[in-house]
Protein backbone atom coordinates (compact mmCIF):
# COMPACT_ATOMS: atom_id res chain seq x y z
CA UNK A 1 0.00 0.00 0.00
CA UNK A 2 1.27 3.51 -0.74
CA UNK A 3 1.79 5.68 2.50
CA UNK A 4 -0.10 8.64 2.36
CA UNK A 5 0.74 12.28 2.91
CA UNK A 6 -0.91 14.46 5.23
CA UNK A 7 -0.25 18.41 5.70
CA UNK A 8 -1.29 20.55 8.63
CA UNK A 9 -0.46 24.23 8.43
CA UNK A 10 -0.54 26.86 10.70
CA UNK A 11 0.51 30.06 12.34
CA UNK A 12 4.07 29.98 13.41
CA UNK A 13 3.05 30.38 17.03
CA UNK A 14 4.35 28.59 19.43
CA UNK A 15 0.80 28.74 21.08
CA UNK A 16 0.12 26.18 18.08
CA UNK A 17 2.74 23.38 19.46
CA UNK A 18 0.16 21.45 20.70
CA UNK A 19 -1.97 21.10 17.51
CA UNK A 20 1.63 20.64 15.51
CA UNK A 21 1.92 17.47 18.13
CA UNK A 22 -1.47 16.38 18.27
CA UNK A 23 -1.53 16.26 14.64
CA UNK A 24 1.71 14.16 14.03
CA UNK A 25 0.85 12.12 16.92
CA UNK A 26 -3.06 10.76 15.95
CA UNK A 27 -1.52 9.83 12.49
CA UNK A 28 1.52 7.95 14.44
CA UNK A 29 -0.51 6.16 16.88
CA UNK A 30 -2.89 5.13 13.68
CA UNK A 31 0.27 3.72 12.25
CA UNK A 32 1.50 1.72 14.84
CA UNK A 33 4.59 3.97 15.76
CA UNK A 34 6.42 2.89 18.63
CA UNK A 35 6.10 4.86 21.77
CA UNK A 36 9.66 5.37 21.94
CA UNK A 37 9.84 6.13 18.39
CA UNK A 38 6.55 8.91 18.87
CA UNK A 39 7.94 10.89 21.80
CA UNK A 40 11.69 10.90 19.83
CA UNK A 41 9.59 12.27 17.24
CA UNK A 42 7.46 14.87 19.40
CA UNK A 43 11.33 16.32 21.04
CA UNK A 44 12.70 17.15 17.52
CA UNK A 45 9.10 18.36 16.30
CA UNK A 46 8.97 20.54 19.23
CA UNK A 47 12.35 21.34 19.12
CA UNK A 48 12.11 22.41 15.23
CA UNK A 49 8.65 24.23 15.45
CA UNK A 50 9.49 26.03 18.41
CA UNK A 51 12.47 27.48 16.43
CA UNK A 52 10.57 28.23 13.21
CA UNK A 53 8.03 30.13 15.67
CA UNK A 54 11.26 31.99 17.43
CA UNK A 55 13.10 32.89 14.54
CA UNK A 56 11.61 32.41 10.96
CA UNK A 57 9.56 35.86 11.02
CA UNK A 58 11.03 38.40 13.15
CA UNK A 59 9.30 41.13 11.70
CA UNK A 60 6.13 39.56 10.50
CA UNK A 61 3.72 36.63 10.82
CA UNK A 62 4.09 33.77 8.79
CA UNK A 63 2.82 29.87 8.45
CA UNK A 64 4.74 26.34 9.32
CA UNK A 65 3.26 23.52 7.05
CA UNK A 66 4.10 20.23 8.46
CA UNK A 67 3.80 17.31 6.24
CA UNK A 68 3.32 13.45 7.34
CA UNK A 69 4.00 10.36 5.63
CA UNK A 70 3.71 7.38 6.87
CA UNK A 71 5.11 4.37 5.88
CA UNK A 72 5.35 0.59 6.88
CA UNK A 73 8.21 0.81 8.62
CA UNK A 74 9.21 4.57 9.00
CA UNK A 75 7.64 8.34 9.63
CA UNK A 76 9.06 11.29 7.15
CA UNK A 77 8.02 14.80 8.85
CA UNK A 78 8.86 18.26 6.91
CA UNK A 79 8.49 20.97 8.38
CA UNK A 80 8.57 23.95 5.74
CA UNK A 81 8.59 27.69 6.33
CA UNK A 82 8.64 30.81 4.13
CA UNK A 83 10.70 32.70 6.85
CA UNK A 84 14.38 33.91 6.64
CA UNK A 85 16.55 31.07 5.21
CA UNK A 86 18.49 29.19 7.60
CA UNK A 87 19.85 25.85 7.71
CA UNK A 88 20.73 24.65 11.02
CA UNK A 89 22.42 21.45 10.05
CA UNK A 90 25.20 24.25 8.81
CA UNK A 91 26.00 24.79 12.29
CA UNK A 92 28.74 22.70 14.13
CA UNK A 93 27.44 20.39 16.66
CA UNK A 94 27.99 22.48 20.28
CA UNK A 95 31.24 20.88 22.27
CA UNK A 96 28.98 18.55 24.52
CA UNK A 97 32.44 17.57 27.19
CA UNK A 98 32.30 20.83 27.92
CA UNK A 99 30.38 21.98 31.05
CA UNK A 100 26.54 23.61 30.77
CA UNK A 101 28.41 27.44 31.76
CA UNK A 102 31.39 26.86 29.26
CA UNK A 103 29.30 25.92 25.98
CA UNK A 104 27.80 29.40 23.55
CA UNK A 105 23.89 29.37 23.98
CA UNK A 106 22.14 27.64 21.11
CA UNK A 107 22.55 24.24 18.91
CA UNK A 108 21.74 21.73 21.67
CA UNK A 109 18.17 21.27 20.03
CA UNK A 110 19.17 20.25 16.60
CA UNK A 111 22.20 18.65 18.30
CA UNK A 112 19.70 16.35 20.31
CA UNK A 113 17.25 16.47 16.83
CA UNK A 114 20.22 14.45 14.90
CA UNK A 115 20.90 11.98 17.40
CA UNK A 116 17.33 11.07 18.04
CA UNK A 117 16.24 11.08 14.58
CA UNK A 118 17.45 8.19 11.57
CA UNK A 119 17.51 11.30 9.01
CA UNK A 120 17.60 14.74 8.98
CA UNK A 121 18.25 17.04 5.93
CA UNK A 122 17.49 20.76 5.20
CA UNK A 123 17.02 22.18 1.60
CA UNK A 124 15.94 25.93 0.85
CA UNK A 125 14.38 26.11 -2.41
CA UNK A 126 11.63 28.59 -3.95
CA UNK A 127 11.87 30.73 -0.95
CA UNK A 128 11.01 27.90 1.22
CA UNK A 129 12.92 26.26 4.59
CA UNK A 130 12.51 23.02 3.99
CA UNK A 131 13.75 20.40 6.91
CA UNK A 132 12.84 16.66 6.43
CA UNK A 133 13.46 14.21 9.51
CA UNK A 134 12.76 10.40 9.11
CA UNK A 135 12.69 8.16 12.32
CA UNK A 136 12.23 4.48 12.12
CA UNK A 137 9.47 2.57 13.98
Given at each position: ??P ?5 T????V???H???A??D ?13 M???VA ?6 NIA?Y ?9 T?R ?8 E ?6 G ?25 GI??T?K?M ?8 NG ?8 V?
Amino acid sequence: MEPKTYELTVPADVDRLHDVLAFVDDLLEQHDCSMKAQMQINVALEELFVNIAHYAYPDSAGKATIRVCVHSEYAEITLIDSGIPYDPLAKPDPDITLGAQDRPIGGLGIFMTKKLMDYVSYEYKNGRNILTIKKVF
